[in-house]
């Protein structure tokens, strides 16, 4: 049953389920706290963009950004999937290769990469690199023409779209750390550079304009933008790209605030945008690629807590504690992002008391919620919070030592542990001793 309009159901024990099982059960058997994955919704979200594509008949490639969660195991049912992959360091570059994905379907980015970034890639014959700037122009094109390789780029350009979204994840504004400058001349600089380059092939423009946006419009500009240029270069180059790529951003439900689209409703807009330039323009339809990520698996994701001590101070507020925190998920306390969660054993309970869920780092910052509605909370209570698959083990942490959590995938009523919950040998292992 459906309980409070909640994304998983509850079982006849008043507990939470995803995947077919108890999450008790799972906090039970492997420890709290606990990233728990729906690997059923991963590839639902993965085939609603797939399948978009191919109902609209257009060539596509969906690239997972895999900074949003990179494991073995998340990239192994991406590949299943059929998707392509984005990484953006050698970790994640490394970790795609350890997993067994076709090079040929992996696409490197970066504001600052590093000879032994493109060297891998390089070695490794990925499929592309999407370049940032012009020292990594002449570093692809020295790696490349000493090693007598050619590679597929694109180049990432900023539109100058203010996205909806908050500054630190805002990315295609013009002030940007991101890619070449339409505005001012920078990407026909670039791209004159590269279109007759030796060693780089040159197949088309990139942008991404920011994370979390739910309204279409933000990336209809992005396309009439891009096109204003791509218009400019076809009369001046008799240039027409093979790849435009416009990353991605899909936003997902995170509070009943949160208003996101179905995924398909992205892509049918972006292609209906860029089919109308390119019929004006006469052009060749080029392969449209996206990365999304947080909307692959941020709503697959849910994070399992164990109450400890409350604190009730009258007239202001009740706290709860938990067994993690800015450690396990440290967006709350990087940009305020907000969260929905409901104490899991209780899950038939009404919510009749408000508390709000401090984590137990020595930091006043480190609170996951705030005001959320509950039973009463007692201790042992285990908590879940909702849409946590996206950046939060990413971005997990050993503040103040405490260990990274487990992860575990459930899918069709089976449970499986896909990351070793970190020990305290393990946070200690790189130490060196002074004595």
């Given at each position: 049953?459906?309980?409070n309009n909640l994304p998983f159901p509850v079982n006849g024990k008043g507990h939470l389920e995803i995947g077919g099982m108890d999450t008790i059960e799972l906090a039970e058997k492997y420890g709290t706290p606990l990233y728990v994955y729906d690997v059923s919704i991963v590839r639902e979200n993965c085939r609603a963009f797939i399948d978009t594509f191919k109902q609209l008949g257009v060539?596509?490639?969906?690239?997972?950004?895999?900074?949003?969660?990179?494991?073995?195991?998340?990239?192994?049912?991406?590949?299943?999937?059929?998707?392509?992959?984005?990484?953006?360091?050698?970790?994640?570059?490394?970790?795609?290769?350890?997993?067994?994905?076709?090079?040929?379907?992996?696409?490197?980015h970066g504001n600052n990469k590093s000879m032994e970034e493109l060297t891998l890639a390089i070695e490794n014959n990925i499929g592309c690199i999407v370049i940032d700037n012009f020292y990594e122009i002449e570093l692809l094109s020295q790696l490349l023409e000493e090693q007598k390789k050619q590679i597929d780029v694109l180049i990432r350009v900023t539109p100058g779209i203010q996205s909806?979204?908050?500054?630190?994840?805002?990315?295609?504004?013009?002030?940007?750390?991101?890619?070449?400058?339409?505005?001012?001349?920078?990407?026909?600089?670039?791209?004159?550079?590269?279109?007759?380059?030796?060693?780089?092939?040159?197949?088309?423009?990139?942008?991404?304009?920011?994370?979390?946006?739910?309204?279409?419009?933000?990336?209809?500009?992005?396309?009439?933008?891009?096109?204003?240029?791509?218009?400019?270069?076809?009369?001046?180059?008799?240039?027409?790209?093979?790849?435009?790529?416009?990353?991605?951003?899909?936003?997902?439900?995170?509070?009943?605030?949160?208003?996101?689209?179905?995924?398909?409703?992205?892509?049918?807009?972006?292609?209906?945008?860029?089919?109308?330039?390119?019929?004006?323009?006469?052009?060749?339809?080029?392969?449209?690629?996206?990365?999304?990520?947080?909307?692959?698996?941020?709503?697959?994701?849910?994070?399992?807590?164990?109450?400890?001590?409350?604190?009730?101070?009258?007239?202001?507020?009740?706290?709860?504690?938990?067994?993690?925190?800015?450690?396990?998920?440290?967006?709350?306390?990087?940009?305020?992002?907000?969260?929905?969660?409901?104490?899991?054993?209780?899950?038939?309970?009404?919510?009749?008391?408000?508390?709000?869920?401090?984590?137990?780092?020595?930091?006043?910052?480190?609170?996951?919620?705030?005001?959320?509605?509950?039973?009463?909370?007692?201790?042992?209570?285990?908590?879940?919070?909702?849409?946590?698959?996206?950046?939060?083990?990413?971005?997990?942490?050993?503040?103040?030592?405490?260990?990274?959590?487990?992860?575990?995938?459930?899918?069709?009523?089976?449970?499986?542990?896909?990351?070793?919950?970190?020990?305290?040998?393990?946070?200690?292992?790189?130490?060196?001793?002074?004595?």
């Amino acid at each position: 049953m459906s309980v409070n309009n909640l994304p998983f159901p509850v079982n006849g024990k008043g507990h939470l389920e995803i995947g077919g099982m108890d999450t008790i059960e799972l906090a039970e058997k492997y420890g709290t706290p606990l990233y728990v994955y729906d690997v059923s919704i991963v590839r639902e979200n993965c085939r609603a963009f797939i399948d978009t594509f191919k109902q609209l008949g257009v060539e596509a490639q969906v690239a997972y950004a895999s900074k949003a969660f990179s494991s073995i195991a998340i990239l192994q049912v991406i590949k299943q999937e059929g998707l392509s992959i984005d990484v953006v360091s050698e970790g994640e570059l490394y970790t795609a290769l350890k997993a067994g994905f076709p090079p040929e379907k992996i696409h490197l980015h970066g504001n600052n990469k590093s000879m032994e970034e493109l060297t891998l890639a390089i070695e490794n014959n990925i499929g592309c690199i999407v370049i940032d700037n012009f020292y990594e122009i002449e570093l692809l094109s020295q790696l490349l023409e000493e090693q007598k390789k050619q590679i597929d780029v694109l180049i990432r350009v900023t539109p100058g779209i203010q996205s909806k979204t908050h500054q630190y994840i805002m990315t295609g504004n013009e002030d940007s750390k991101f890619g070449f400058n339409l505005a001012n001349g920078q990407a026909e600089k670039a791209f004159a550079q590269l279109r007759n380059h030796e060693w780089i092939r040159f197949k088309g423009l990139h942008c991404h304009i920011g994370s979390q946006i739910f309204e279409t419009d933000r990336f209809t500009t992005a396309v009439e933008i891009l096109f204003s240029e791509l218009t400019k270069w076809h009369q001046k180059f008799d240039y027409t790209p093979e790849v435009l790529n416009f990353g991605g951003g899909f936003g997902i439900r995170y509070t009943e605030d949160d208003r996101p689209l179905p995924l398909n409703i992205y892509v049918e807009e972006l292609v209906r945008s860029i089919r109308s330039h390119i019929n004006e323009l006469d052009f060749p339809m080029p392969e449209i690629w996206i990365e999304p990520g947080r909307s692959i698996v941020g709503n697959a994701g849910i994070t399992l807590y164990t109450v400890g001590s409350t604190k009730e101070i009258p007239g202001v507020r009740n706290y709860i504690a938990v067994d993690g925190g800015m450690t396990d998920n440290l967006r709350p306390a990087l940009y305020q992002a907000k969260y929905h969660g409901i104490i899991a054993n209780k899950a038939d309970k009404p919510n009749d008391t408000e508390v709000s869920v401090a984590g137990k780092c020595c930091e006043s910052g480190d609170m996951l919620i705030w005001d959320l509605a509950t039973p009463k909370v007692d201790n042992g209570d285990i908590l879940a919070v909702f849409s946590t698959g996206a950046y939060g083990y990413s971005m997990a942490n050993n503040y103040n030592r405490f260990s990274r959590a487990a992860v575990v995938f459930v899918e069709n009523g089976q449970d499986k542990l896909v990351i070793k919950r970190e020990t305290y040998e393990d946070i200690v292992r790189n130490d060196i001793s002074y004595e």
